[in-house]
């Protein structure tokens, strides 16, 4: 036999039947940015590499380590991309759509990252990108955080942990850093290797250390809060008023810093302590000065990226009910002309009613058996030209025998659906 062929390690399938889950966090969370003013935007997954090396930094995990990249038949090297942010400013940049302008962008789409797979961390995930132009302010900031509580909110979810830091501007966080780096040198013995190869590179992210030996030698270096620029300290501060007035619960954790180099000012991230170590669902900031990097205009910024595999993830251990997409009614048929059968479930599909017909005949009793397995609440047996029997399948209303005629009334009432599309069509003829 031949060998099947599998999928990428780290790449998952999402099947039908987990895409319900999916599908009802993408509507809440689609529905709750257009109530905000967030129009989407859709990208390519695929970018010149030199994109990601400016944006997120030559000296982070995700640019060294993380990236998919190739060279194309052109000898271009491209890369797919590992977020979106990046790809967003180059859109706004290449479009003339930040200079000057406000925008309220979402996106949506599968990331790539090379990273170790495991539980709520994968090669391909995907994320609901959001980000935010023209505005300096800590109003927006405060927006994009009470969107995300909304959110969750809205998804039922609790037990979710917001932790708040400001990094301050990038010369405020020059002098901090040259601060910090001295303190590690003169404790260059108890560095572990992750921290002295970071301490040339990207100092700051030594703050971030999951090492316990680190953590504790932590507690003693300069803290990053005493070394900010004052504008900083006041946008933070009007932040931290804006959230307490809104009656938004975080914690201020000084060490939270991120893995990207493109922020500056307010960072946040949404915790849980629910999915082991993959405790990031969301997480984001400002990045006031990447526009400028990649060639636009200055043009200030603020967004965060939700990790969808890890929100998904909390809606079923959450127990939330949805809509599993299963048909409402299951068309059966013995006996009956096909075509008279399959006019009959088009009339109630024309009724916004789900119906799904079952192709290609077989017995009564093996038909009902698919009818029960699909899920359905009623099954629809037709076996005479003219009458069909309705049942309910999931509760103890008897069996009721229609004319064809009255079939798409009786069950559209019993399931609330919308009147028949044809009677709306000669309503707006008339
Ligand atoms: P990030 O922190 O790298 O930020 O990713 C955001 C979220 O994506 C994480 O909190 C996590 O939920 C999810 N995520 C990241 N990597 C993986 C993975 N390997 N498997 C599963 N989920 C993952 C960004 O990507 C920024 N672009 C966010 C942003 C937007 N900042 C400003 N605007």
């Known amino acids: 036999m031949t060998k099947a062929i599998q999928a990428v390690r780290g790449m998952n399938d999402l099947l039908p039947e987990g895409i319900a889950y999916w599908q009802h966090v993408e509507a809440a969370a689609r529905d709750i940015l257009h109530r905000y003013g967030y129009r989407e935007i859709r990208l390519p997954i695929v970018e010149h590499t030199e994109l990601f090396a400016r944006s997120i930094g030559s000296h982070t995990d995700i640019v060294e380590k993380e990236m998919y ?8 090297s491209l890369t797919l991309r590992p977020e979106g942010t990046a790809s967003a400013v180059r859109a706004g940049i290449e479009n003339g759509l930040l200079h000057n302008q406000v925008q309220r962008w979402w996106y949506a789409g599968p990331m790539f990252r090379h990273e170790r797979p495991q539980k709520g961390r994968y090669r391909q995930f995907h994320q609901i990108g959001v980000e935010a132009y023209g505005m300096s302010g800590p109003d927006v900031d405060a927006e994009l955080i009470l969107l995300t509580a909304r959110l969750f909110k809205r998804l039922g979810l609790t037990g979710l942990r917001l932790e708040l830091n400001t990094l301050g501007t990038p010369s405020a966080r020059a002098a901090y850093r040259a601060r910090l780096v001295d303190y590690l040198r003169g404790h260059l013995d108890v560095l572990d290797d992750d921290s002295r190869r970071r301490l040339d590179t990207n100092p700051l992210r030594v703050l971030d250390s999951k090492n316990p030996d680190m953590q504790e030698l932590l507690r ?40 990207l180099d493109y922020y500056t000012r307010t960072v946040f991230e949404w915790l849980t302590d629910r999915l082991g170590s993959q405790a990031a669902i969301c997480a984001g900031g400002r990045y006031d000065g990447l526009v400028e990097l990649l060639g636009g205009k200055a043009t200030p910024a603020i967004g965060f990226a939700i990790g969808l595999e890890r929100l998904v993830e909390l809606v079923v251990q959450a127990s939330v009910p949805v809509d599993g ?42 038909q009902l058996k698919r009818a029960d397995r699909s899920g359905a609440r009623y099954v629809l ?30 069950l559209a009432a019993r399931l609330g659906s919308a009147p028949a599309a044809a009677d709306i069509l000669t309503r707006v003829e008339n």
Not at 241 to 259: F, K, M, Q, S, T
Not at 385 to 398: H, M, S, Y
């Open 69 to 76: 990249t190739f060279e194309d038949r052109n000898g271009d």
């Open 220 to 259: 003693g270096a300069p803290g990053l809060l005493d070394h900010l620029d004052e504008s900083s300290r006041a946008h933070f501060e009007e932040l931290r008023a804006l959230l307490d007035a809104a009656g938004i619960e975080y914690h201020i954790n000084p060490r939270l810093v991120r893995g």
């Open 325 to 366: 997409n299963a048909p409402q009614v299951y068309v059966v048929a013995v006996g009956a002309p096909m075509a008279a059968v399959l006019q009959l479930a088009e009339s109630l599909r024309d009724r916004g009613v789900r119906a799904e017909y079952h192709c290609g005949g077989g017995s009564l009793k093996s």
């Open 381 to 410: 047996m037709v076996e005479t030209p003219t009458q069909a029997a309705v049942k309910d399948l999931r509760g103890n209303e008897g069996q009721q025998t229609l004319a064809y005629a009255d079939v798409g009334g009786f």
